[in-house]
């Protein structure tokens, strides 16, 4: 599903974790929704491949590689047969699936931007891909559950310029032709610890300079 | 547009059969969400066209069948402009459309599944590319009018499990290497009469277990 | 991103155009939905490749243009700013905008249009995708927001037909074997002034027949 940083074994285990913690967050927001078991599978798929599925896209590289590797489609159904039997067990451990989310964010804007580039796109663009990569999969299952994607509200806690950081990171070390297990690593963390940092601190973004309250609605 | 296991002719008769069908459920509703002549042609379009689309995007068969095909494309305007002019009628005989959509559902889930197939995908991913086929338009319906999807509705008739049905006798069958015209017209009837039997009597699919009403929102 | 026309920097600058005007549609929805500098650029860009992309993933010219090329991905991020910085400035201005983005629409369905049929679609499907380079990133713009689409709604002025008839002019061009710099842009403009017709004079199209306003909502 994506350059070859790491070994591939290496590669695919991270991998597999990250996809399976974003499909828990698919699943439970199906079941805050209260969808079917079968809705919970679905945004599980959705939020854990989506974001990969847009980019290869993009990219061509086709069939792309949630369909071609038998594991990366079967992981998010695992993460939606827990979220159906243990959901409350699950929010529960809330925090820990927010690290883990995180974990995912700083693997995927890696390894995304890492792919990007070995099609040939260039840096600015290799970059963009590897924030949909990480942050694409979110929307998708924010837009399928009628709300506003979390990405996109000024209420959440950043969760796009860690993604961005990570990437731009990645940009730099294949410019610079480092990009290497350990440098990849420490671009991953860097993205990993700024979103943790984001949530301890309720790191925001600016919303509109000059702003007129009379003229937005808040939602 | 499908892999053909049927006469290409007869194929070509029964995708468009299917075709019309599900955009009358698109422009039906773009008529209930009180949209335009135009939008209910676009509604109708995207109904019918957009699993195919999607699938043809991730196998990367470019350019998709549903541009490529002047029938695929037209058919939707023709059953817009049917729904512009009896909308009534058309809500009338719904019980017929449903029968027709059940039938156009067990049809794209087997040809669906063959096409993904034939592009080299693995058996599983075919399955899910099968089912992608016959749900991925109502899907993209349901969000364009700003609607929760239907499929991913726990209050709706299971619509889903049938085409998995439908779409995984393919994998068997061609596993076996004995899909055929007959096979795989069983496969798809399988699927419609499953879907059909499901409207009947009211099958839904279960929600995640231990609920906690409080915490859920009915939508 | 699209078919030789015009001269290549002159195409490309009226590209630039188009793509900055329909960031800044994109960034002020942001605004007025209360997104925050992260919002307003993400939907500024949408907006303003959306169609694109979506002409190219189904053409299958990938990696997509949008991300080729570094000025049409660059380009919304400045219009992005200049929403942020300045959004009352160009509320103020909406007329501007509106005429801006006529342009906009009447350049994207020609050479959505030109493109489509460079790589081998035929004249209808090419109509199809060039109504979709020029509306695509428009929906997409609504559907992340959270809003019924602008395009579907029939209390707004009718924005596809002008599309429709730029397009189906460099259709008919085409298969006389005579689109050129001068025709391309009598086609762009023909769209371009109905456009601006229908904003002038409240054009709408008409919704479905014999309706019975019990059966149906006013969304």
């Given at each position: 599903?994506?350059?070859?940083?790491?070994p591939?074994?290496v590669?695919?285990?991270?991998?597999?974790?990250?996809?399976?913690?974003?499909?828990l967050?698919?699943?439970?927001?199906?079941?805050r929704k209260?969808?079917?078991?079968?809705?919970?599978?679905v945004?599980a798929?959705?939020?854990a491949?989506?974001?990969?599925?847009?980019?290869?896209?993009?990219?061509?590289a086709?069939p792309?590689?949630?369909?071609?590797?038998?594991?990366?489609?079967?992981?998010?159904?695992?993460?939606?047969?827990?979220?159906?039997?243990?959901?409350?067990e699950v929010?529960?451990i809330?925090?820990?699936?927010?690290?883990?989310?995180?974990?995912?964010?700083?693997?995927?804007?890696?390894?995304?931007?890492a792919k990007?580039h070995d099609?040939g796109?260039?840096?600015v663009?290799?970059v963009?891909?590897?924030?949909?990569?990480?942050?694409?999969?979110?929307?998708?299952?924010?837009?399928?559950?009628?709300?506003?994607?979390s990405?996109?509200?000024?209420?959440?806690?950043?969760?796009?310029?860690p993604?961005?950081?990570?990437?731009?990171?990645?940009?730099?070390?294949?410019?610079l032709?480092?990009?290497?297990?350990a440098?990849?690593?420490?671009?991953?963390l860097?993205?990993?610890i700024?979103?943790?940092?984001?949530?301890?601190?309720?790191?925001?973004a600016?919303?509109?300079?000059?702003?007129n309250g009379?003229?937005?609605s808040?939602?």
């Amino acid at each position: 599903m994506t350059s070859q940083i790491f070994p591939s074994d290496v590669q695919q285990s991270l991998d597999l974790v990250g996809i399976f913690v974003f499909a828990l967050s698919g699943g439970l927001l199906a079941v805050r929704k209260n969808m079917d078991i079968f809705g919970i599978c679905v945004l599980a798929e959705v939020t854990a491949l989506g974001g990969g599925v847009m980019r290869d896209l993009v990219i061509g590289a086709t069939p792309v590689a949630a369909f071609s590797n038998l594991g990366y489609f079967v992981t998010p159904l695992l993460a939606g047969l827990v979220v159906f039997f243990l959901h409350p067990e699950v929010e529960r451990i809330n925090r820990a699936v927010q690290t883990l989310d995180a974990l995912g964010l700083g693997l995927f804007c890696v390894t995304g931007t890492a792919k990007a580039h070995d099609y040939g796109l260039g840096a600015v663009a290799a970059v963009a891909l590897g924030m949909v990569t990480a942050t694409g999969g979110g929307v998708m299952r924010d837009v399928l559950a009628g709300e506003l994607p979390s990405l996109l509200r000024w209420d959440r806690e950043i969760y796009a310029v860690p993604a961005l950081v990570g990437a731009a990171l990645v940009a730099v070390l294949t410019a610079l032709d480092s990009l290497t297990a350990a440098t990849g690593t420490a671009a991953a963390l860097t993205a990993f610890i700024l979103r943790m940092l984001a949530l301890k601190y309720g790191w925001r973004a600016p919303r509109a300079w000059h702003r007129n309250g009379s003229r937005t609605s808040e939602e």
